[in-house]
């Protein structure tokens, strides 16, 4: 997994060198052809990337046993105890209790550490994973999600606990919703 982050933060690198660069000479289209191939190259490593961090949640998920949902985006969650409650919405205000691991288990982050999260959903800093994860959920409920990478803190992490292009599982329930 991190050969591949390698490599993606190299193209990338090169792509970004590459791209300030500029050419006086005549030689436009043989300047496009090769950004083309670059970008080509780019589009192949991410592809290569996320399909290695999707085998690795799959095979986290495997072990886990569970029979877990996957949102149109990517992430996957369980819900332990399911309720009949309105499922949370985009612009209300959610209370959750939470922890944040890797998917080798370190823990980032923990209520237990920080207090409870209170936020408006899609008015807020936090991963649109974990809000996305959320919406699955109801008043009361309590669940795993496990968000990939690009729906995290992606290529930066947070600058604390939270490497780059980290996957990130998260127990969850919600105390609250207005």
Known sequence: MYKCLSINLLLTSLLISYSGCKNNSTEGS???INQDKLK???VRAN???YANEDEA???YV???GYNMQKTQRGVRY???NKKENVRVRGKQLVEIKYSAKLLDGTLCYTS???GNLEFEMGKTDLPVGLQEGLMQMSKGEKALLISPSNLGYGLTGDGAYIPPNAVLVYEVEI???K
Request: net charge negative; charged share 40%.
């Open 175 to 177: 105390i609250d919703v």
């Open 112 to 114: 237990d550490s920080t």
């Open 30 to 32: 043989y300047d496009q």
């Open 57 to 59: 949640i799959n095979d």
């Open 40 to 42: 080509e190259k780019l």
């Open 62 to 64: 495997t072990r886990l």
């Open 78 to 80: 369980y819900i332990f």
């Open 47 to 49: 592809k290569e990337y």
